[in-house]
């Protein structure tokens, strides 16, 4: 007999998967044959016509996915599959630390294996119709192998550490987690683009030249002491282009795209990179860590609230209490917060970007940087009249036109 805690599982995981149908939906009638004069100029005709098409084919392919996986977790749960992959776990050991590591393990490896094809097919079908994939086979296999390494050294590491605090502490175990969790982030936001990125990818100083020139011009001129200038090899993969910025104190850095270097002029790579150092100078990048550290700790009390109560494993069709299970059942349980957390941290983000944005503009870079994002998003093919509903739930950045708008306002 199913318990109260499955029933809302259920209806949880069915919310979800209506309401992102929903979403999708409403973005997919919101394509406008006609563009709006301020953005007529990013696509022409036949451009605008392969955009909606690249549109509707990841419309579809989303919608194939997501049914599959809304399938399987069903399946999951009403076959009693969580339950089965504990008592294999627990076949094998009955060490707690490694029957936990051993049961997302399993589970990491089947949702890969399943998930492989569709990956596939995205990259090496889809964005390879529309001229983006620059994934060899090669690439591909050594990112996978190279992901399952940092997943099993840092996740299965966090996650050991993790349940040997509950062992040892129980209830208690949150805080330590969360000094856990906290370091974690924060090193992470120091070193990542010096650790983990150079294991998939290649970082180059900018070379000496016009337009290291002109980025240490502005960033003198805007107060800003920039001394670490990278490119990426983002080619390697894609030809969409991106910048972004990483690090905090001397660790800062800016990585450009090879490929935003290829399709963006100085001044406008300039306008770019003053977007990104203008959120350093608002301390977007710490205030966004400080409230990532904050909702860590109220996530994990609450968790430690919840983690004994047996009625979350039998949920998951097992007679035995086990940490494994009642953190699945509790981070299904813990989803309507996440979407109410979500949307107000998408407010908060689309807030910044304006404020980024307006940092531009009063360094004189508003053109610069208008037509910089008209390029990017013509290279991307990205959708420039998504539903405001869809934009509410799922963005982080305002529109392009809303951009547009508020860089040109007096």
Do not use: C
Not at 67 to 76: E, G, K, N, P, Q
């Amino acid at each position: 007999m199913y318990n109260t805690v499955f029933v809302i599982i259920i209806l949880i995981i069915v919310f979800d998967f209506v309401l992102e149908r929903v979403l999708d939906y409403l973005n997919s009638k919101s394509i406008n044959p006609e563009l709006p004069d301020e953005l007529k100029d990013v696509y022409d005709a036949d451009q605008y016509r392969r955009q909606q098409e690249y549109k509707k084919v990841n419309d579809r392919f989303s919608f194939i996915t997501s049914s599959f996986s809304f399938t399987i977790i069903m399946l999951m749960l009403f076959l009693g599959g969580f339950s089965l992959v504990d008592s294999w776990a627990r076949g094998i050991t009955e060490h707690p630390v490694l029957v936990v590591l051993l049961f997302f393990a399993i589970l990491a490896v089947a949702s890969d294996i399943i998930n492989t094809p569709f990956s596939i097919y995205d990259i090496f079908v889809i964005e390879e119709r529309f001229g983006f994939n620059k994934t060899t086979p090669k690439t591909y296999v050594l990112d996978k192998i190279k992901g399952w390494g940092i997943g099993a050294l840092i996740g299965g590491g966090l996650l050991a550490l993790v349940v040997w605090f509950y062992e040892q502490t129980g209830s208690m175990f949150w805080i330590y987690a969360w000094i856990a969790a906290t370091v974690f982030s924060v090193s992470m936001a120091m070193f990542y683009s010096s650790l983990i990125v150079p294991l998939f990818n290649k970082q180059t100083p900018l070379p000496e030249g016009e337009l290291r020139e002109a980025i240490n011009n502005f960033s003198k001129a805007a107060g800003f002491k920039l001394e670490n200038i990278y490119v990426i090899d983002g080619s390697k993969r894609s030809t969409k282009a991106n910048a972004y910025f990483s690090g905090l104190g001397p660790k800062k850095r800016i990585v450009l795209y090879d490929t935003l270097i290829h399709d963006l002029t100085t001044e406008e790579i300039v306008a770019v990179l003053a977007h990104e150092i203008g959120h350093y100078k608002k301390k977007h990048t710490l205030v966004g860590i400080i409230i990532g550290i904050a909702q860590a700790g109220i996530t994990l009390f609450i968790l430690s609230l919840l983690i004994d109560n047996p009625a979350l494993s039998e949920a998951l069709g097992s007679e035995r209490t086990g940490f494994h299970l009642g953190l699945i059942a509790f981070g299904i349980l813990y989803s309507p917060i996440s979407l109410v957390t979500g949307l107000l941290m998408n407010h908060v983000s689309r807030r910044n970007e304006y404020a980024a944005d307006k940092f531009v503009k009063d360094h004189d870079h508003a053109e610069d940087l208008i037509r910089a994002l008209k390029k990017l998003s013509s290279k991307n093919l990205n959708n420039l009249t998504p539903h405001p509903v869809y934009v509410f739930f799922h963005h982080s950045h305002p529109t392009l036109l809303q951009r547009i708008h508020a860089l040109k306002k007096i």
